[in-house]
Antibody, heavy 127, light 111 residues
Framework: QVQLQESGPGLVQPSEALSLTCTVSGDSVSSNTYYWAWIRRPSGKGLEWIGYIHNSGSTNYNPSLMRRVTLSLDTSENQLSLKMNSVTAADTAVYFCARLTPLRRTGLTYYHSLDVWGQGTTVTVSS | DIVLTQSPLSLPVTPGEPASISCRSSQSLVRSTGYIYLDWYLQKPGQSPQLLIYLGSNRASGVPDRFSGSGSGTDFTLTIDRVEAEDVGVYYC????????FGQGTKVEIK
């Protein structure tokens, strides 16, 4: 059974960088089948897409975050990572990692959905 | 960006009664293949979100058949035939036509 577990600092100073890690068990981040994603839920708000990464190096980012966010994979540790620069209070949120799985062939490509999620890690940006 | 607008934002429900949530998109979510690039997710209290519906109307594995998705073009609906107490939480639509975006969420609670 695939499990994802986020980890991070909990508290980050404003203007500093945030680094989060998601450890995957029961699957491999180096698999070419799946994409690996990050989503967050800011305090009092709904879900917000951050982006995804694939073992091929393909990435996709939320345009509003892409100048500050970098996603990466560590195949030796079977982890995905998120780094966000210059954080502010608006980045206070619960951060989730999730797996994008191909569920249906749709013409020449496959349709992917977020079928496995981590439990989330809370990040507070405050001095 | 494609903007998704959900309504209502809060939905008190009675167990055993039907319930529906609307999701309207600022652009069509239907590809030339006819597929609808829309998912529905439910975040139950204290849990991570879970996939309910993909491609507009396909139930994910293990999802009860009281949940159904419908719609076309820019207007979509998630319907619960007979609400159960375990269905409370926040429901989100998410478009996959372009870089993914979520609706604001609809909080479903028991009356």
């Amino acid at each position: 059974q695939v499990q994802l577990q986020e980890s991070g600092p909990g508290l980050v100073q404003p203007s500093e960088a945030l680094s989060l890690t998601c450890t995957v068990s029961g699957d491999s981040v180096s698999s070419n089948t799946y994409y690996w994603a990050w989503i967050r839920r800011p305090s009092g708000k709904g879900l917000e897409w951050i982006g995804y990464i694939h073992n091929s190096g393909s990435t996709n980012y939320n345009p509003s975050l892409m100048r500050r966010v970098t996603l990466s994979l560590d195949t030796s540790e079977n982890q995905l990572s998120l780094k966000m620069n210059s954080v502010t209070a608006a980045d206070t949120a619960v951060y989730f990692c999730a797996r994008l799985t191909p569920l249906r062939r749709t013409g020449l490509t496959y349709y992917h959905s977020l079928d496995v999620w981590g439990q989330g890690t809370t990040v507070t940006v405050s001095s | 960006d494609i903007v998704l607008t959900q309504s209502p934002l809060s939905l008190p429900v009675t167990p055993g009664e039907p319930a529906s949530i609307s999701c309207r998109s600022s652009q069509s979510l239907v590809r030339s293949t006819g597929y609808i690039y829309l998912d529905w997710y439910l975040q139950k209290p204290g849990q991570s979100p879970q996939l309910l519906i993909y491609l507009g109307s396909n139930r994910a594995s293990g999802v009860p058949d009281r949940f159904s998705g419908s719609g076309s073009g820019t207007d979509f609906t998630l319907t619960i035939d007979r609400v159960e107490a375990e269905d409370v939480g926040v429901y989100y639509c998410m478009q996959t036509q372009e870089t993914r975006t979520f609706g604001q969420g609809t909080k479903v609670e028991i009356k």
